[in-house]
């Protein structure tokens, strides 16, 4: 058990800060709403101190998506607590501890009081809520339930970030295991074979070719070590311009979804996000062509947003969304049934939302594949490489018995 420090609504709209023991934080904030309050923060007290806290001070970078979605369930939680526009904003000015984000809100707040809505507000600053954000909330606003709309907003930025932990957290080890074996390739290459090379100076007809090779590639690697980094980088950064341009886009697009495994994750992800966004945008009463507009925009994926303009277009005309999904190759079989079955019944965002909700899980499965193959593949290669400089060395070794003297 721990002790977590909180604030929090109470049902009369009241503020109210105190501490409380629990396991973790859902169960500290699930203990809060059995009080019938509404948590709008609750932290260990010992997390924010020290050293850490001034560095998280001194070095404030720009507001993240996590920071976004604390402030859409804080600005939620007030609302529905009863609290005007204007009120829950001032409150959040108090209870946000980064400057950047303080700052955001305080202008959100001049221009709420203004006499701006909030959509219009937040629409100032692109780099912290996107398009796909402001658009809802701005559904939110002329349906009136916004902090429905908040909440929404919230759960849909804590999956995607919950997503994005997993595969930073599952990419530690491989990455790990890369830089040590490229470390040991390294040393290998720069200390262990010279000292060999040295010892063999002047025999290279006597020595094994596999050996030569290394010898050679060493002295090299050693003597025109600037040649090799320039080159690599030359090639990093025009593979990379080439990426950036619109016929590098256009060919790494079509590519990605032809290879092995990989392809199936590409698919997948655009798949999910794309009904997750729609559903969520239907749900908010958004209607369907903007909606489509909206999902577009917010697409990483020329294929995607092919797609998306023939559905557009094929909406316009009265066609069906599963229809036209089903002349293209990005979307597979089972989400455009079910697409389908959401139109014929009338519950469209619903089954988006139940698309999104299956190829997540798809996701984090296929991402376990291409992770769990990834680490005995970096072995494979390191060891090979590894494999190669030993038994060459232990070979030319093994030759000075054949050597004459």
Not at 159 to 171: G, H, I, T, Y
Not at 230 to 240: E, K, Q, Y
Not at 255 to 268: A, C, D, F, I, N
Not at 287 to 314: H, R
Request: hydrophobic residues 45%.
């Amino acid at each position: 058990m721990a002790i977590y420090s909180y604030k929090a609504i109470k049902q009369t709209g009241d503020m109210t800060t105190g501490s409380i023991e629990a396991e973790n934080e859902r169960e500290a904030a699930q203990r809060l709403q059995d009080m019938n309050c509404y948590p709008l923060m609750i932290e260990r007290p010992d997390e924010n101190e020290g050293f850490f806290s001034f560095n998280k001070t001194l070095f404030d970078k720009k507001p993240g998506e996590n920071d976004v979605l604390i402030f859409s369930y804080q600005l939620g939680v007030l609302l529905e607590s009863g609290f005007p526009l204007d009120k829950g904003l001032s409150v959040l000015v108090d209870l946000t501890d980064k400057k950047k984000m303080r700052e955001i809100i305080k202008s959100i707040l001049a221009s709420v009081r203004g006499g701006k809505s909030l959509s219009d507000a937040i629409s100032k600053f692109p780099e912290t809520f996107t398009n796909l954000y402001i658009n809802m909330v701005r559904a939110g606003e002329s349906g009136g339930f916004l902090e429905q709309t908040l909440f929404r907003v919230s759960s849909y930025l804590e999956n995607f970030q919950e997503m994005k932990d997993k595969v930073r957290s599952a990419l530690i080890y491989p990455v790990l295991l890369a830089i040590v074996g490229g470390v040991a390739i390294m040393v290998l290459i720069f200390f262990v074979v010279p000292r060999f090379s040295s010892i063999f100076s002047g025999m290279e007809q006597s020595i094994p070719l596999s050996t030569k090779l290394l010898i050679n590639f060493s002295s090299g690697v050693r003597t025109y070590w600037w040649a090799f980094f320039t080159a690599i980088l030359a090639a990093f950064l025009s593979l990379r311009t080439y990426l950036k341009s619109n016929a590098g886009k256009k060919q790494w697009d079509s590519l990605k979804y032809k290879l092995p495994l990989v392809g199936q994750l590409y698919s997948e992800m655009y798949v999910a996000q794309f009904a997750r966004t729609l559903g969520t945008l239907l749900q908010n009463g958004v209607p369907l062509l903007n909606s489509l507009q909206i999902v577009k925009g917010t697409s990483e994926s020329g294929c995607m947003t092919d797609t998306i303009s023939a559905i557009t277009e094929g909406v316009r005309k009265g066609n069906s969304i599963s229809g036209i999904l089903k002349t293209g190759f990005v979307f597979p079989k089972f989400a455009v049934h079910m697409i389908n079955v959401g139109e014929e019944t009338g519950r469209l965002n619903e089954m988006l939302i139940m698309v999104a909700d299956r190829f997540d899980v798809q996701v984090k499965n296929t991402i376990k594949k291409v992770l769990s193959l990834m680490e005995p593949v970096f072995i494979l290669i390191i060891g090979i490489a590894i494999g190669f400089i030993v038994i060459s060395m232990l070979l030319a070794v093994f030759s000075l018995n054949d050597i004459p003297f």
